[in-house]
Nanobody
Framework: QVQLVQSGGGLVQAGDSLSLSCAAS????????KAWLRQPPGKEREFVAA????????VYDDSVKGRFTISTDNAKSTVFLQMNSLKTDDSAIYYC???????????????????WGQGTQVTVGS
């Protein structure tokens, strides 16, 4: 059974940095797409960043490009999201996700991910 356990998050001020972690158990992170998505208040879940199944590339939403960095430690089966220069618009519940069959063209689609973390709240004050 695959489980994703998230940690990190909290309340910060605009311009601050925050790091999220997602520890996977029950499967390796090899050959699986790894992603972070978020759900702002009153909105649908949206794509933030992903690492391709092969691990050879990363994809970011334009709204976070240059500020957020997704990375992975395969030995520890952990996925990270480093968030810098946070803005109030970044406030949301953040989810990590894994997709065993997610291809490059589908990385941005939430419905392409099979396994999900429990979600963690990130609130950015002005």
């Amino acid at each position: 059974q695959v489980q994703l356990v998230q940690s990190g998050g909290g309340l910060v001020q605009a311009g601050d940095s925050l790091s999220l972690s997602c520890a996977a158990s029950g499967r390796t992170l090899r050959n699986v797409a790894k992603a972070w998505l978020r759900q702002p208040p009153g909105k649908e879940r949206e794509f933030v960043a992903a690492i391709t199944r092969t691990g050879g590339g990363t994809v970011y939403d334009d709204s976070v490009k240059g500020r957020f960095t997704i990375s992975t430690d395969n030995a520890k089966s952990t996925v990270f999201l480093q968030m810098n220069s946070l803005k109030t618009d970044d406030s949301a519940i953040y989810y990590c996700a894994l997709g065993a069959r997610t291809i490059l063209s589908s990385l941005r689609r939430p419905d392409q991910y099979t396994y999900w973390g429990q979600g963690t709240q990130v609130t950015v004050g002005s």
